[in-house]
């Protein structure tokens, strides 16, 4: 099983509609997860950061946490073209190394 | 968020020599600094840890002695690749932060090892 798992995708979404990022995790005592956006060429940009169990809105972006289920999303309200890039799923570890998931390439379709 | 440089952007160099890469932090100082790896179609692979004033620990399958680290002040780290072959060629990616909060990244440095 690895790390850090996400759907590669592509993930194909309607311009203003809602886009549905999920990622899964290994390691049961990780306490810090992270959203980041990346473009083609360009090194990673922080979206959202979460560290408790429930919803954190940032915007137009909500990171979703279930630590008993291992699991977390990111939403995407209104999406724009502008939105299509890769994001990727980060996990620290208990060896505080911070351990990525291989992306989910998103795509607008305006 | 922290702005974070990289220099160079990009760099084409023949096998055999060595390339330096400087990562520096622009409006902060961390005494924890990262560098990863990405390969095209890849995730970041975390190469090395380095401490201001102590060694790099380095990650498994990272030769220590080809990733020459060096954590030179607290907003100063450089990756040097020496030896360089085709197989190194790569996205070299630093990046600023405490441990289990939010990495800042540098914008990145394509290696291309002819």
């Known amino acids: 099983q690895k790390e850090v798992e996400q759907n590669s995708g592509p993930l194909s979404v309607p311009e203003g509609a809602i886009a549905s990022l999920n990622c899964t995790y290994s390691?049961?005592?990780?306490?810090?997860f992270f959203w980041y956006r990346q473009y083609s060429g360009k090194s990673p940009e922080l979206i959202m950061s979460i560290y408790s169990n429930g919803d954190k809105e940032d915007g137009r972006f909500t990171a979703q946490l279930n630590k008993a289920s291992q699991y977390v999303s990111l939403l995407i309200r209104d999406s724009q073209p502008s939105d299509s890039a890769t994001y990727l799923c980060?996990?620290?570890?208990?060896?505080?190394?911070?351990?990525f998931g291989t992306g989910t390439r998103l795509t607008i379709i305006p | 968020g922290a702005v974070v440089s990289q220099h160079p952007s990009w760099v084409i160099c023949k096998s055999g020599t060595s390339v330096k890469i400087e990562c520096r932090s622009l409006d902060f100082q961390a005494t924890t600094m990262f560098w990863y790896r990405q390969f095209p179609k890849q995730s970041l692979m975390l190469m090395a840890t380095?401490?201001?004033?102590?060694?790099?620990?380095?990650e498994q399958g990272v030769e220590k002695d080809k990733f020459l680290i060096n954590h030179a002040s607290l907003t100063l780290s450089t990756l040097t690749v020496t030896s360089a072959h085709p197989e190194d060629s790569s996205f070299y990616i630093c990046?600023?932060?405490?441990?289990?909060?939010?990495?800042?990244f540098g914008p990145g440095t394509r290696l291309t090892v002819l």
């Open positions: 980060a996990v620290y570890r208990a060896d505080e190394k911070l351990t």
């Open positions: 390691d049961r005592v990780s306490q810090s």
């Open positions: 380095s401490n201001e004033g102590s060694k790099a620990t380095y």
């Open positions: 990046s600023f932060g405490a441990v289990y909060n939010e990495q800042f």
